[in-house]
């Protein structure tokens, strides 16, 4: 029987699980299956600092270059896992080869949703990978117009990015208010005013109905009331899907809604030995009474690649996933934080509340604390993340924040 | 076991002051203070944790 640890997709969380399953002392063949070419690479800076106006520095993680003899790995990058089979305990990959394995761990991430009929039309972009971003800063060296579709954190970040560089971004958003759903209405207004007070153009509740292109490149992007925005780059950040289409028929239980991987509190996705981890997987979080959640965010990637290895290295002593959700986005120097989860019985902004500038709000379900926004108050959002960890009472936290 | 905190890669996320915030805590300007440099033997675990979590890959732990 094999014993082959796989570990599929090779950002965030494959590259914290191929590091983890040797420091927790699994001495057996390690395969890492990457679809890109690049080595693993930070996410984050793409949408931030690589945007900037001077010379961008490689977001390649310092431990990628050497990673394959440090960890004694059979890295195999510019390779699609193509199928698995759980009865047999075979994963395909795109160049035909199989491989069987002993455990697998899935962290294939997400692709963005596209903007039907943009396929062919230069200009338009999504923001997920380094060419994509590759792509978007030379787009705006070029002075190019900037129309973002979509005003969730990733498209804010683009449409800072241009508007450092003194161009002109508009943000087309289909919901009166942006990020209702990510952090609630008054939150989602307090980050709308960050746009308005820094030049942006945000448009909500427009309907865009298509582009309009010549000789193959985007000029603009027409919306229901007839009108049409001109546009030299537009990036389409309009949510993610996760990546498990290759996984029909494989036996692990996808959802329904969007095709995330369901795994239950240990990662394990179903199948023996088989494994979730990152944006691909929806799991019961200990902390929230195991409510079902997919969080799409570098330190989940980070936290449940660790974890999906140690289980799947150790399944006898699994650990189960428990915590708390946390994001930050950077936006015209301003930073935006969140910890927790932004489904709640209440909401305090508390900074109104004291008559403070920057912002602070709380999220309450029954008695806890389970959520906090701030912009520009680094020093505080980790103080209410640890309360959250602790499952701490919404009064203490009230007390905390100087308000009753 | 000493801790360094690189300040030029530090940009105050705070995952630190959350993994341990007996030896991080980020100042309300976003820099980071090092509460404790040479942290005791039974706070490895923590401070390892702290470096593993930094999303910046500003911290690591030098063993003099």
């Not at chain 1, 942006?200 to 992007?221: F, P």
């Not at chain 1, 019961?284 to 999906?308: C, I, Y």
């Not at chain 1, 709380?362 to 806890?368: A, E, F, K, Q, T």
């Not at chain 1, 959250?388 to 936290?397: L, R």
Request: aromatic share 6%; net charge negative; hydrophobic share 40%.
């Amino acid at each position: 029987m094999s014993e082959r640890l796989i570990v599929v997709g090779a950002s965030l969380a494959g590259m914290r699980a191929v590091q983890t399953a040797r420091k927790a002392g699994f001495t057996g063949p390690l395969t890492l299956v990457g679809g890109e070419e690049h080595l693993p690479y930070d996410r984050p800076p793409l949408s931030k600092a690589y945007l900037d106006d001077d010379e961008p520095t490689h977001p390649e993680f310092p431990a990628s270059a050497n990673m394959a003899a440090d960890l004694d790995l059979d890295l195999r990058m510019g390779t699609w896992a193509t199928s698995l089979d759980g009865e047999r305990k075979v994963l395909g990959l795109s160049t035909g080869e199989e491989l069987d394995y002993r455990s697998v761990i899935i962290a294939t991430g997400a692709s963005p949703r596209t903007l039907p009929g943009s396929e062919d039309i230069s200009g338009v972009h999504c923001l997920r990978t380094l060419d994509d971003a590759v792509a978007i800063r030379s787009a705006l060296e070029a002075g190019a117009r900037t129309v973002v579709i979509g005003a969730g954190f990733i498209g804010s970040e683009i449409a800072s990015g241009a508007r450092k560089r003194g161009l002109s971004a508009t943000i087309l958003e289909a919901l009166p208010v942006p990020l209702v759903r990510s952090v609630g209405e008054e939150m989602g207004k307090a980050c709308a005013e960050l746009h308005l007070s820094n030049g942006t153009d945000l448009r909500c509740s427009v309907k865009v109905t298509g582009l309009e292109s010549a000789d193959g490149k985007v000029t603009g992007v027409t919306l229901d009331d007839g009108s049409t925005v001109p546009a030299d780059l537009v990036v389409v950040g309009i949510g993610v899907i996760p990546n498990t289409g290759w996984l029909k028929g494989s036996g692990v239980t996808l959802d329904e809604r969007d095709g995330a991987i369901v795994c239950d509190e240990t990662l394990n996705a179903g199948l023996p030995g088989v494994y979730a981890a990152g944006d691909v997987a929806r799991f019961p979080n200990k902390l929230f009474d195991g409510e079902m959640m997919r969080v799409e965010q570098w330190t989940n990637a980070n936290e449940q690649g660790t974890l999906a290895a140690k289980n799947a290295v150790n399944p006898a002593e699994a650990q189960p996933s428990a915590a708390v959700p946390y994001f930050w986005s950077d936006w015209y120097g301003h930073r935006i934080q969140f910890v927790g989860i932004p489904q709640s019985d209440e909401i305090r902004v508390v900074s109104k509340e004291l008559g403070e500038e920057k912002f602070l709000a709380l999220y309450r379900r029954g008695d806890r604390l389970t959520g906090c926004i701030s912009i520009d108050r680094p020093a505080q959002i980790m103080k209410y993340r640890r309360q959250i960890m602790q499952s701490g009472s919404w009064e203490d936290a009230l007390a905390f924040a100087g308000v009753s | 076991m000493r801790i360094v905190v690189d300040h030029d890669k530090c940009t105050g996320l705070g995952m630190c002051e959350a993994e341990a915030p007996d030896l991080f805590e980020v100042q309300d300007d976003g820099s980071l203070v090092l509460l404790n440099e040479t942290p005791s033997e039974d706070q490895r675990a923590a401070a390892e944790a702290a470096v593993e979590s930094c999303p910046t890959e500003a911290l690591s732990i030098v063993e003099d």
